[in-house]
């Protein structure tokens, strides 16, 4: 029930000690204006990491292969490991059940593209059509590589937009011929990519025809996969990590590499760096919770000291109230309403500023590890309800003691 005359001496109370309560719900304020900052910042900071992540399938293991480091049954360290296609046919038998999206990749780079009078140097890599699943590529126009496009070895190609751009002017691309090295492809097809411009300076053609047209025989560069992904996450996690060494150590088995050598077979589990990623997002996010919760909790300090102030100064008052009928619970209530009303009042104030304050600078902070700061829905109303809490606690103990105060002590206190 709404009681007029016990705001009416909250807002005398408050008139009282302006200076006072000024500066205790400038402490209240702060908190809550550093802790929306810091939760915004959080917010940036796991936006910016998730787009990074963006750029690749999240459950994508890549292997790669380089030079020997250490000699093994017999053979020299300094050997390049060269993988060819029964590798990758051999790894997707022994390991079709766990794999989602698989291809093998055909790479040059720096190959020279030429349409009409325009010419660029950009990446070519021979695939397989799960490339686009694997790499996120969204197709903006055409088609990507199709499997009758491998087993005819057909000369077409799907270009990132950035090419069209570079080669093409704007003009449409789809249908036109374009030359790599002197040889002629047909442009089927132009996809974008979530990593932005750097992966979208490639040239997709069928593995097929890059190993016939450019000499690559049966040799693939690397080779690029997909985990089945199941419903629990620290599942997949463990399945990712077990596949990755079992490709590894299959890899190495092929091509008589010592277990331990690093080098030679390198195998990258995104899912497995996923989640330490994650993990230290959530970290992060625990200890600005941590740092603001802190310095809130100063500013409750400074409400809870004011409010036992406040008691002492109406110590006759609160003993004439008793003294005539006041149940002590009407007395912590008194009390109570009137450290939750400054403790919301600033808190309010504190994360309206805060989140203004992002609104402001949002747009302007965008980079490859923080974008767009915001604070979400449900992180305002975690706000509201500390400040409750906050309030409530700030003004339990002098309302406690309030509600103590014997009305014949209380009448002969000066």
Known sequence: MFDVERWQEIFETIGQNKLRTFLTGLSVASGIFILVILLGFSSGI???????FEQDATNRISVRTRVT?????????GRYIQMRNADFEEINTKFEDNLEYKTSIYNIWGSTVVYKGETGNYRLEGIYPDQQFIENASMTAGRFISKDDMDESRKVAVIGYQVQKDLFKGEEAIGEMISIFGINFKVVGVYS??????????????????????????KVRSLAYTVKMSDNFDEAVALSASLAESIESEVKARHTVAPDDRSAVQVWNTLEEAKQIYGLIATIRNVFWFIGIGTIIAGVVGVSNIMLIIVKERTKEIGVR??????????????????????AIAGFIGLFAGVGLLQIVSPYVDNDFIKAPQVDFYTAISTVLILIIAGALAGYIPARRAANIKPVEALRDE
């Open 46 to 52: 796991q936006k910016g990491v998730k787009t990074q």
């Open 69 to 77: 480091t250490k000699e093994y049954k017999g053979l020299n360290p």
């Open 193 to 218: 990519d979530p990593g932005g411009e750097r992966e979208e300076t490639r040239v997709f053609v069928p593995l097929t025809t890059a190993q016939i047209a450019f000499n690559g025989g049966d």
């Open 322 to 343: 008793k003294a005539i009928g006041a149940l002590p619970s009407s007395i912590i209530g008194m009390i109570l309403q009137e450290s939750i009303f400054i403790t």
